[in-house]
């Protein structure tokens, strides 16, 4: 095996070359502000993220090297310090919304909802992503120096190829920008003036004899068109095949069987319907008629969701099961490396880390600010330290985990909903041993898992950044302290951002919700099932019946060799979320079916032009929707774009169907450009550099 003084990395240790600048940490603290308020739209809206290192490196090598003379060394620093807004958003919107979903109290308020706060958010956020920064720093000599002939860290070695190609030139960012802005064009045309509708749909009435309370729905945006390409066929597919048996299989046999009565008093239960004497709720209820306006929907919230949850919560189980060689082995590892730790009195720059004092202090400094601030919820200091030592165990644990998991197959698919709902698990199993039971324990154990996703999703894209940093020959000391700032910087745009998008709109208010997460519009599936499992364990009163059922779907599903947790987010998912994906995911299967003769390495994928163009949509589709939706939180805007709203002429011309369609329509169009641009090769791209 290649060892460490073998190696020579695309930059020699002993080259004195411009890094840690002061132009590099601000392009990289931008880049973090974009696509942390990016993924945050796009996590919330269909619990999906992607990478952000790969398209950070590519503005990085097009706008740093162009305008502002950057060194490859210093856009490094800048995609690394960009891309921990990308993960910390991911780590805060998997888990931090389910405050909101906690047990509620009489009048109806979750017992979590005064936490749902910017300074609660900020807080988590930041001090979940110095854990997983931190604890990575004892490993980085074990996990990216040791074994770099074993672990590829897919990202990151791509992300170094797109830094070393920039340094010949290039025009890789032009399929990008041409992407962004054809997104928020069509954006515009959608969010604002609302020629294109926002979300055709097809349902069967309740009474239909063959498929009652049916629904086939697409949120026809660019954003979710853009991760269908980005993820493939294969993953799309799966996905999507939950939506359908949740909404053409579960739904219409659900109907069937289920009067609306039964269906209106569990709604009641879980605290989706003030009272079924009450007209309202997001469903429509008329407790006069006793039917919903959306029966679909009533019986997707009532049951179907509960399954969902239940097969996500077993999918992610799978998930860490199957990791269990590849953690212990790292454990191992990761121990030898510590133990083995030599003082060198000259050490190289490409060998340079923080020292392990900061480890040990940071954590002791962690723990204590957990005990201490009154942003976190408490019951007292000595339950605050108990959950500081706590976050810092499991995330010892799962920072580990998660960075070497992400080394095999990198951090798309790292498990970290599994990661979250093993460490919930395990700290409401300590709650309950020391008789810590009930809803006031909700939101503590809520932190522990909110801190440990938002460490496990950081520390998987460090181990990715400092990968990309090995080869290219960057400073690793430099990298984490950029990481530190990222983590800050994102963390503070990431919690406003939350809190804006959960701003009710006007409707919102007029059926008495006030929370815009948690609505079909941003519906937060991993923080709900995180929220349901905590409620569930604390109060013993978890709908075990419908949890169950969908443990055992994900069991017969993995069973069968597919992905149980892609499957089992989709089932979750409304199928309005999934099927724009799928159609993003068979464009790009069948770029791929033309191509099928072509040998493509992971970056030549990465770089090819139908990916950049499906990047410039997640990132111009999701920069408009959080546009938008901070403008309609002012009021004078918010009625001033509604005189520009044109849905209503262009119902009046061609019928509510015929609107629908016309969007469908323009849907295609853009679902045609992208296939057009995807399987053509970009003529002005260069051959990679294969040293």
């Known amino acids: 095996m290649m060892t460490q003084d073998e190696f020579k990395p695309f930059i020699p240790a002993e080259s004195k070359v411009a890094e840690f600048t002061i132009k590099s940490i601000l392009l990289g603290c931008i880049a973090g502000i974009i696509f942390g308020a990016a993924t945050v739209y796009l996590a919330l809206k269909a619990g999906l993220t992607v990478s952000a290192s790969i398209p950070i490196a590519v503005l990085a090598i097009t706008l740093g090297k162009k305008f502002f003379k950057t060194t490859i060394l210093e856009n490094n ?89 920039g340094e010949r030139g290039g025009t890789f960012a032009r399929t990008a920008f041409w992407g962004l802005g054809f997104a928020m064009v069509y954006a515009m045309f959608q969010k604002v003036f609302h020629i294109i509708a926002e979300a055709p749909a097809w349902i069967t009435t309740q009474t239909n004899k063959f498929l009652p309370a049916a629904q086939v729905s697409g949120e026809i945006t660019p954003e979710y068109l853009g991760v269908g390409y980005i993820i493939g066929p294969k993953i799309a597919g799966v996905l999507v095949a939950g939506g359908v048996l949740a909404w053409l299989g579960l739904i219409p046999l659900l109907a069937t069987l289920i009067d609306p009565i039964l269906a209106a008093n569990q709604l009641v239960k879980l605290g989706l319907l003030a009272d079924i004497t009450k007209a309202g709720g997001s469903v429509g209820w008329n407790p006069d008629t006793q039917t919903f306006s959306d029966y679909p929907l009533a019986i997707y919230q009532a049951y179907v969701k509960q399954i969902g949850a239940g097969a996500v919560a077993a999918g992610g189980f799978i998930t860490l099961l199957k990791t269990i060689p590849t953690i212990i082995s790292s454990f191992k590892d990761s121990i030898g490396s510590l133990k083995e730790g030599k003082i060198e009195s000259d050490i190289k720059r490409t060998d340079r880390d923080l020292s392990l004092k900061v480890v040990g202090i940071g954590s002791l400094l962690l723990i204590i600010l957990v005990a201490v601030l009154p942003q976190i919820p408490s019951n007292g200091f000595g339950s605050n330290l108990l959950i500081g030592v706590l976050v810092v165990l499991f995330g010892a644990f799962f920072v580990t985990v998660s960075s070497r998991i ?58 990715q950044d400092l990968k990309t940093g090995y080869i290219i020959g960057a400073t690793p000391k430099y990298q984490q302290i950029a990481l530190f700032i990222g983590v800050i910087v994102s963390s503070i745009v990431i919690g406003l951002t939350v809190r804006i998008l959960d701003t009710p709109t006007p409707e919102m208010l007029a059926q008495g919700i006030h929370h815009a997460i948690g609505t079909a519009e941003y519906s937060a599936p991993q923080a709900t099932l995180m929220a349901t499992l905590i409620k569930g364990m604390l109060s013993f009163n978890l709908d075990w019946q419908y949890v169950l059922v969908g443990v055992f779907i994900a069991i017969t599903i993995e069973l069968c060799g597919v992905n149980s947790l892609s499957f089992a987010v989709g089932a979750y998912l409304p199928l309005s979320t999934t099927l724009p994906i799928f159609a993003g ?92 641009i995807g399987s053509k090769p970009n003529p002005e791209e260069k051959p990679l550099d294969r040293e």
């Not at 017992?111 to 992503?129: C, K, Q």
């Open 585 to 676: 995911g068979a464009i790009k299967g069948f770029v791929e079916w033309k191509e099928r003769k072509k040998i493509k390495t992971l970056e030549e994928e990465e770089l090819g032009p139908g990916n950049l163009f499906a990047t410039g949509l997640v990132a111009g589709g999701a920069l408009a929707g959080v546009v938008v939706a901070v403008l309609m939180v002012i009021p004078s805007v918010r009625d001033n774009l509604s005189k520009v709203n044109l849905e209503p002429l262009l119902s009046t011309w061609f019928g509510d169907g015929g609107y629908q369609i016309l969007g469908v329509l323009i849907f295609l169009f853009m679902g045609f450009v992208l296939y057009n």
């Open 406 to 463: 992400v080394g095999l197959i990198g951090s798309s698919n790292n498990p970290i909903s599994g990661m979250t709902i093993a460490t919930i698990m395990g700290t409401c199993l300590v709650f309950i041993a020391v008789g810590w039971t009930g809803k006031v324990y909700e939101p503590m154990a809520l932190v522990v898992g909110g801190m440990i996703c938002i460490a496990a999703a950081n520390a998987g894209a460090t181990s």
């Open 77 to 165: 620093i800048i995609q690394t310090t960009g891309s921990a807004g990308e993960s910390i958003a991911a780590g805060v919107v998997f888990t931090l919304p389910g405050f909101l979903f906690l047990s509620t109290d009489i009048g109806g308020q979750s017992s979590g909802d005064a936490f749902f706060n910017y300074m609660t958010i900020l807080i988590l956020a930041i001090l979940g992503g110095v854990l997983g920064t931190m604890m990575m720093i004892p490993l980085r000599r074990s996990l990216i120096v040791k074994e770099h002939d074993t672990l590829p860290y897919p990202e990151g070695t791509a992300c170094a190829s797109v830094l070393k190609a």
